[in-house]
Antibody, heavy 118, light 110 residues
Framework: QVQLVESGGGSVKPGGSLRLSCAAS????????MSWIRQPPGKGLEWVAK????????YLADSLKGRFTISRDNAKNSLYLQMNSLRVEDTAVYYC???????????WGHGTTVTVSS | QSALTQPPSASGSPGQSVAISCTGT?????????VSWYQHHPGKAPRLMIY???RRPSGVPDRFSGSKSGNTASLTVSGLQAEDEADYYC??????????FGGGTKLTVL
């Protein structure tokens, strides 16, 4: 079945780095744009980044430019989010999602938790 | 403060209908027919319920419907069921690659 499974979350000190991964299965990964969306504790959802199906086009939320980057490996059916210079406010559950329709995500993973704390 | 405004809570009894609003501006909700709605049970993966204002993905019950008037979009849940109790988020395209979220509405089935 169509599935996305995130991994790589954990606890890190401010200023640290983490790399999140998202393994896709059940569909032709290289056909789809993919995104990362996050949810800080007690808050709503926030779009983080998007990447084109080939990986040639990358889009990041303005507030995250320079610290986060998104990439993919279509041969491995995998999506990545490299997060550097992490801040306390980056603490959130991070979801990967498939851009299945115009400006809508039709498949989501269950999320991976990132905690940034000293 | 979220870019799109949703009521923090909504409620209804089983079998009733409830509507959740999502208010933006003439630059987002009012400008594009790219409003989506997501259902989120805490601890689970969010689920797309409505896309392009009114369209339902395969598998979503027809009890869920979407509409838009001016700068406000709405999600209506008819024939409320206990499993509909969840958080609901709207999103809207806002030009270029911008996609705005609402702050979420907690739907309680009484």
């Amino acid at each position: 079945q169509v599935q996305l499974v995130e991994s790589g979350g954990g606890s890190v000190k401010p200023g640290g780095s983490l790399r999140l991964s998202c393994a896709a299965s059940g569909f032709t990964f290289s056909d789809y744009y993919m995104s990362w969306i996050r949810q800080p504790p007690g808050k709503g959802l926030e779009w983080v980044a998007k990447i084109s199906n080939s990986g040639s086009s990358i889009y990041l939320a303005d507030s995250l430019k320079g610290r986060f980057t998104i990439s993919r490996d279509n041969a491995k059916n995998s999506l990545y989010l490299q997060m550097n210079s992490l801040r306390v406010e980056d603490t959130a559950v991070y979801y990967c999602a498939r851009d299945g329709y115009n400006y809508a995500w039709d498949v989501w993973g269950h999320g991976t938790t990132v905690t940034v704390s000293s | 403060q979220s870019a799109l405004t949703q009521p923090p809570s909504a409620s209804g009894s089983p079998g009733q209908s409830v509507a959740i609003s999502c208010t933006g501006t003439s630059s987002d909700v009012g400008a594009y027919n790219f409003v989506s709605w997501y259902q989120h049970h805490p601890g689970k993966a969010p689920r797309l319920m409505i896309y392009e204002v009114t369209r339902r993905p395969s598998g979503v019950p027809d009890r869920f419907s979407g509409s838009k008037s001016g700068n406000t979009a709405s999600l209506t849940v008819s024939g409320l069921q206990a499993e509909d109790e969840a958080d609901y988020y709207c999103t809207s395209h806002a030009g270029s690659i911008n996609l705005l979220f609402g702050g979420g509405t907690k739907l309680t089935v009484l």
